[in-house]
Structures are given as C-alpha cells and as structure tokens.
C-alpha cells in the first residue's frame, strides 16, 4: 500500500537546454542556475518549470525560460530533446520532465537576467558541456539527463 496520498499526482516539469556557440573560443555554453526556496535547493538547474494545461511543450519552454531569464526564444528554434522519469521519493514527488533545447545567437547573452530571485541562488551561469557534467550537486532530472543521454549534439 502506497503512502502517497490519494490526491497526489505525477507532474510533468519542461526544461530547457538554453545554449550559444561562443564566438571567442567556438565552444557551445548552456544557461544553468542554483535552485533556491523549492525542492532540490542548492542544486544546480536549467530553465524550466510547470507544463499547463492543455500547453505545448515548446510553448511552456519558451514561457519559462522568458519568466525566469528573460530571453526571448523563437518557438520554431525549441525542440524537444527527450524525457525523464523522476521520483523523488525523499521528497514525495514525482515528475515526468520534457527536456527541450534551444541555441540562440551570442549577442542575446545579455538579456539574460534573474528574473526570479526568491527561485535562484546567484546568477545565471554559462557553461561548457563539460563543466555541467562537473558541476555538484545537480538537480536530480538535470543528472538524470546527465548520466543517461549523450548530449554531444549540444556541442557539435
């Protein structure tokens, strides 16, 4: 017998791979941040949040990446990546996560801001493939993408 009560549910979180190719030194950085105030505080995180009703999962992509960094992305430049399964049982919750991507051009880097700092710890932060996967401690779906995907495309 489960110990979750009933009217709990699985909820599908969307997060967004937000990368550019840096002119400087040609190496592809993605946009990640510390999570603050929620599960998973302390943990590093992409963009992303809750999927609405009836929302499509680029559109929900673009919505939070907007509210939380403030880049716009065009909606014909996000696609979806893949998708976790992620029970976080020392929390009691469970998410199905839809990983999405977008790459915008280096001159958009500076719009991005904290839009939401009673969510995030510090700054965003740009970063190699390579320093993600080094980076600790990850948010549990964002790890899971980690170890479990080959996320080379990200860099070719």
């Not at 929390?91 to 939401?116: A, G």
Request: glycine share 6%; aromatic share 6%; net charge negative.
């Amino acid at each position: 017998m489960s110990t979750i009560a009933k009217n709990d549910n699985v909820r599908v979180g969307v997060a967004c791979l937000v990368t550019y190719r840096d002119p400087k030194d040609n190496q592809t950085r993605i946009l990640i941040g510390q999570r603050a105030g929620s599960h998973g505080a302390g943990t590093w995180q992409l963009p992303g949040g809750h999927l609405e009703m009836f929302e499509e999962f680029e559109t929900c992509a673009q919505r939070e990446v907007r509210e939380e960094t403030n880049l716009k992305l065009a909606l014909k430049d996000i696609t979806m990546i893949t998708a976790t399964n992620d029970m976080m049982h020392s929390d009691q919750k469970h998410y199905v996560t839809i990983f999405m991507s977008c790459r915008i051009e280096p001159k958009d880097i500076v719009n991005v801001k904290v839009m939401e700092p009673h969510k995030l710890q510090g700054e965003w932060e740009w970063v190699t493939l390579d320093e993600l996967k080094q980076r600790q401690p990850l948010f549990s779906p964002l790890q899971k993408l980690v170890d479990q995907h080959d996320l080379s495309f990200l860099i070719a």
